[in-house]
């Protein structure tokens, strides 16, 4: 069993950034990111290859987040840059123990962190 810790979350007006860590307990495969608003599903963010060779981002968040991994330090990154109001909500890291391709559905994923809460003030 892998747990997976994240932290960095907070308050940021729009057009700030924030860094978000997931710190991992073990090895991992493929990696992700999403997120969770009031009254919504949970909806993807980006996801990323064990080696780094294969990254998604959702639509949305294209050209304006970067997802990263220390594989060395079982850490995955988000940075966020530029962002919306629309941005708000609950990040949750995950993580597959599997190495089959990487996962843009919250099915490919067997760990999840406990989530942090970001908010984006217009």
């Known amino acids: 069993q892998v747990q997976l810790v994240e932290s960095g979350g907070g308050l940021v007006q729009a057009g700030g950034s924030l860094r978000l860590s997931c710190a991992a307990s073990?090895?991992?495969?493929?990696m992700g990111w999403f997120r969770q608003a009031p009254g919504k599903e949970r909806e993807f963010v980006a996801a990323i290859r064990w080696s780094g060779g294969t990254i998604y981002y959702a639509d949305s968040v294209k050209g304006r987040f970067t997802i990263s991994r220390d594989n060395a330090k079982n850490t995955l990154y988000l940075h966020m840059a530029n962002m919306e109001p629309e941005d708000t909500a609950i990040y949750y890291c995950a993580a597959s123990k599997t190495i089959l391709g990487v996962s843009t559905t919250p099915n490919g994923y067997d760990y999840w962190g406990q989530g942090t809460q970001v908010t984006v003030s217009s």
């Open positions: 073990g090895r991992t495969f493929s």
